[in-house]
Nanobody, 121 residues
Framework: VQLVESGGGSVQNGGSLRLSCAAS?????MAWFRRAPGKGREGVAS????????YYADSVKGRFTISRDNAKNTVYLQMNSLKPEDTAMYYC???????????????????WGQGTQVTVS
C-alpha cells in the first residue's frame, strides 16, 4: 500500500502535534518510526487493526497516543508534551498482512511513507 503522512511542523517545548498517515488500502498493522539526526530509526508506536492493541517506546509512553480509523485506512499519532529530543523525521509504516513481532523492528514492515518532519525547540 502507499502511505502519505501529514501534520508535521515546528512547535515549542511542551507543545502538541498530531500526525496522520493515510493508506491506499487496508492494513493489519500500522506504526510510526522516527529518525533523529545522527541516529538510527526508532520505533515510536504501533497499532493492530484487530482489537486495536497498541505498543509504545518507553521514551514516549504517557505523552504520545496512536490510534486508527479502519474505515479510512488512516493512523494518527497524537503527540503531547513534546520535547526537543522528539525532533526527528517521522515515518509511517505498514504491514498489510501481518503483525510484526517485535513491533519495533523496522525491517519487518513492508510499506513506508516519505516522512514528515517534527521540530521541537
Amino acid at each position: 500500500v502507499q502511505l502519505v503522512e501529514s501534520g508535521g511542523g515546528s512547535v515549542q517545548n511542551g507543545g502538541s502535534l498530531r500526525l496522520s498517515c493515510a493508506a491506499s488500502g487496508s492494513t493489519v498493522t500500522m506504526a510510526w518510526f522516527r529518525r533523529a539526526p545522527g541516529k538510527g530509526r526508532e520505533g515510536v508506536a504501533s497499532i493492530y487493526a484487530a482489537g486495536g492493541s497498541t505498543y509504545y517506546a518507553d521514551s514516549v509512553k504517557g505523552r504520545f497516543t496512536i490510534s486508527r480509523d479502519n474505515a479510512k485506512n488512516t493512523v494518527y499519532l497524537q503527540m503531547n508534551s513534546l520535547k526537543p529530543e522528539d525532533t526527528a523525521m517521522y515515518y509511517c509504516a505498514a504491514d498489510p498482512n501481518g503483525c510484526p513481532r517485535p513491533w519495533y523492528l523496522s525491517r519487518l514492515y513492508k510499506d513506508w511513507g516519505q516522512g514528515t518532519q517534527v521540530t521541537v525547540s
